[in-house]
């Protein structure tokens, strides 16, 4: 089944605890993508890749990091949570532009973060 | 920054009636996308628009991309409880990884 699988799906850490978390997708997209979701603020990007080592930021990428060293995986770290990263954090693939009717971000499940 | 302004921001509705909802930028779009979220789940694809003008429906969903390049329509018609989530419209401003999203509009159906 084609999918984005991202773990894990609900997390309860401390201030400055390093978390890492996870995303892997099965469908070979080249695209990539991290999101945040915040009552009120709807979907906002966090960073995304276009392809393997090819990282850039979105519009909310203060206190975090990712990397692409696979095709594959696109790892969302925090290096040093704090409470205002609590939120709800999405991973998406995608084909990206270049096949026309199959665009758009696919998403995973969604990970709960909460830091206390 | 976000670039997409969304409305309404929610709507409570009756089983059986139609519901519109539209996205509007400020900058031209190649692209709309629209997106449907079930509770505790990610969002998931809808309808893709790719033209000026383009209508294009799926099942009770239909959407328009907007003459100007600039606004998207989704239309809902005869509304049953599953319809109940929140919309998102969506589109790629200059690149397709930078793909933004509208804040959306929460729809909740009562019988």
């Known amino acids: 089944e084609a999918q984005v699988t991202q773990n894990p799906r609900y997390l309860i850490t401390v201030t400055g605890k390093k978390l890492t978390v996870t995303c892997s997708q099965n469908m070979n997209h080249e695209y990539m993508s991290w999101y945040r979701q915040d009552p009120g603020l709807g979907l906002r990007q966090i960073y995304y890749s276009m392809n393997v080592e090819v990282t850039d930021k979105g519009d909310v990428p203060e206190g975090y990091k990712v990397s692409r060293k696979e095709k594959r995986n696109f790892p969302l770290i925090l290096e040093s949570p704090s409470p205002n990263q609590t939120s709800l954090y999405f991973c998406?693939?995608?084909?990206?532009?270049?096949?026309?009717?199959?665009?758009?971000?696919?998403f995973g499940s969604g990970t709960r973060l909460t830091v206390v | 920054g976000q670039q997409l302004n969304q409305s309404p921001q929610s709507m409570f509705i009756q089983e059986g009636e139609d519901v519109s909802m539209n996205c509007t930028s400020s900058s031209i779009f190649n692209t709309w996308l629209w997106y449907k979220q079930d509770p505790g789940e990610g969002p998931v694809l809808l309808i893709a628009?790719?033209?000026?003008?383009e209508l294009t429906s799926n099942g009770r969903l239909t959407a328009q991309f907007g003459i100007t390049r600039k606004d998207s329509f989704l239309n809902i018609s005869a509304s049953i409880p599953s319809d109940v989530g929140i919309y998102f419209c969506a589109g790629p401003p200059d690149n397709w990884g930078k793909l933004q999203f509208g804040a959306g509009t929460q729809v909740v159906v009562t019988p």
């Open positions: 998406a693939s995608s084909w990206g532009g270049r096949v026309t009717g199959r665009n758009g971000y696919t």
């Open positions: 628009l790719y033209k000026a003008g």
